[in-house]
């Protein structure tokens, strides 16, 4: 029929094609088709790139009015009712990576030198091409940030992005850009990244500016005895693309420890941020984790040390401060107390 209109939806990974719309039915009847193919109740569903006038159309806008080209990607996102009970019922104490396997605390997984792996990332870095945002700014360390549950609870369904969003990210970004170039780092497509980004309001704050993104096709598959084989970003990509970018003055955040194994020594696991809706108001990794890169930013460089032991670092950084304060008098906070 010629009024008919093919379009796909992804989500979650997968793509399901919608070919029972017309170009005169509404938005509603197209978020019904949605939820026939995938579940995903139209309430719930929120379509990352249909815009109506900028904003996302409402209901009963028709189809037509979106000009959408026949076998229009819908990239979608939203869970499931079952996933929102299930999530709403898992215990607290469950540990904090669920899906996702991980490699275990201090695990040694002897790779780093194999002579395969070092020109899988050689091909990396002469094939894939990295789209430069914002130039490198001399002096900076480098800072590469996971999205998935490190900045963005992706899995809980919400009205907005926003929702998911980890707490006080603005702040984090705008604290380590002071000493840090920022790179994002996802294990997705680009499309999805340059989304999320918008959606967090993150590709156009005033207050920082993200380098470049990097997406799933520069990461490389290493094989491992113990977990067979896995896909991994190895800082070694970007290295060998911008030499001002070294070993010595990288630090990379994901929730998921075995995408730093090629370069344990520069990633920080950071505790998973899931379940937005709950653990929101409690939160606080990325105000700490913010004053750490503060503590170690003026260091030479950041191989000595264990990002394991990041709090404890920590600590005793703001303690030596203190200590330090206290010492010439200036800026402490007991000035009540003073003779
Ligand atoms: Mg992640």
Redesign the pocket.
């Known amino acids: 029929m010629e009024d008919q209109l093919k379009l796909i939806v992804k989500w979650n990974g997968a793509e399901y094609e919608l070919d029972e719309l017309l170009l005169n039915d509404n938005v509603e009847t197209l978020k019904n088709s949605i939820c026939k193919k995938t579940g995903v109740r139209p309430e719930r569903q929120k379509l990352l790139n249909v815009k109506f006038k900028g904003k996302m159309p409402p209901d009963e806008c028709e189809i037509s009015e979106l000009k959408l080209k026949p076998g229009f990607k819908i990239l979608m996102m939203g869970s499931l009712e079952a996933a929102i009970a299930d999530a709403n019922t898992i215990p607290d104490d469950l540990p904090s990576v669920i899906n996702d396997f991980d490699i275990e605390e201090g695990e040694e997984v002897p790779i780093e030198n194999k002579e395969v792996y070092l020109a899988k990332i050689q091909k990396r870095v002469s094939d894939y091409e990295v789209k430069i945002l914002n130039p490198s700014r001399p002096g900076m360390k480098l800072l590469v940030l996971?999205i998935?549950?490190?900045l963005f609870d992706h899995k809980s369904a919400a009205e907005t992005g926003y929702e998911l969003m980890r707490p006080f990210l603005h702040e984090f970004l705008k604290s380590a850009y002071r000493h840090y170039d920022i790179v994002i780092w996802s294990a997705t497509s680009m499309k999805w990244i340059e989304e999320k980004m918008k959606l967090l309001g993150v590709s156009n704050h005033c207050d920082y500016k993200i380098a470049f993104y990097l997406d799933y096709l520069a990461m490389i598959s290493v094989h491992t005895p113990k977990y067979g084989v896995i896909q991994v970003k190895p800082l070694g990509v970007i290295w060998g693309k911008f030499p001002m970018y070294t070993p010595d003055n990288t630090i990379m955040f994901?929730?998921?420890r075995r995408n730093f194994l090629m370069n344990p020594q520069n990633g920080l696991r950071i505790r998973a941020f899931r379940q937005a809706h709950t653990h929101r108001q409690t939160d606080r990794e990325l105000l700490k984790l913010a004053k750490y890169l503060d503590s170690i930013a003026n260091l030479d460089s950041l191989s000595s040390l264990d990002h394991r032991n990041w709090e404890r670092y920590l600590r005793s950084w703001r303690k030596e401060k203190m200590k330090r304060r206290g010492d010439s008098g200036e800026g402490s906070s007991f000035q009540g107390s003073s003779p």
């Open positions: 996971d998935d549950y490190t994901d929730d998921i």
